[in-house]
């Protein structure tokens, strides 16, 4: 059973919002009057989003929510957490300031692990194209799909980028790509088949 959500406190809202606004204080920074209202929009925009975009034809395919994860979204007041929901379909999405969303990739299959390196790329782990870097105008280069013996990077996980530009990041497996009977057996076996991996 989810968190039941405490009742919206209007009162607290107005008294809030007329001290913020008297103050000269944003009201849609981080502590702002009005960010609890601009973040359960978003959300809900996104949950909305994704609901529309789970047909029957992409659920017939196998793709299904995923979870949800924290991501940090940068508005001209401020920064502040949102809870976004994931889908298995591999499509990255951009939202702007004003809560407008679109799609900048669709890679085909699950994505794990994004970062925006110095020249604002953003890199990212596709389980079919492997280690990609994606332009701001959307174009796509695939970095690195093989490691140095030829392996496939087939379940590629947790990226991260060091300061002087070197890409880290772990492949899971070389045999299989994901699904959930071989995830289950992966996690039961606790044999390693990947590796931890450095592309420069």
């Not at 196998?62 to 298995?88: C, H, Q, W």
């Not at 794990?112 to 105008?137: C, M, T, V, W, Y």
């Not at 880290?168 to 995830?183: L, P």
């Amino acid at each position: 059973m989810g968190k039941q959500k405490p009742d919206f406190d209007y009162e607290a809202l107005k008294k809030k919002t007329i001290e913020q606004f008297r103050s000269g204080k944003s009201l849609f920074g981080k502590d702002g009057a009005f960010a609890p209202l601009l973040k359960e929009f978003l959300e809900a925009a996104l949950e909305a989003e994704l609901d529309t975009h789970l047909d029957e034809e992409q659920r017939g395919q196998g793709n299904r929510k995923n979870g949800r994860m924290s991501k940090k979204l940068k508005t001209a007041e401020g920064t502040f957490e949102i809870s976004t929901p994931r889908d298995r379909d591999g499509r990255i999405l951009k939202i702007d300031t004003a809560g407008r969303i679109e799609e900048f990739y669709n890679s085909g299959s699950w994505v794990a692990g994004l970062h925006f390196d110095k020249e604002k790329n953003l890199i990212a782990l596709s389980h079919r194209q492997g280690l990609i870097s994606i332009s701001p105008n959307k174009v796509a280069t695939i970095l690195a799909d093989k490691d140095e013996k030829g392996n496939r990077f087939l379940i590629p996980n947790g990226l991260d980028i060091a300061s002087d530009g070197k890409i880290y990041f772990t492949n899971t497996s070389e045999i299989s790509a994901y699904n959930i009977k071989y995830g289950r057996k992966l996690i039961l076996e606790m044999i390693p088949r990947g590796g931890c991996t450095v592309t420069i």
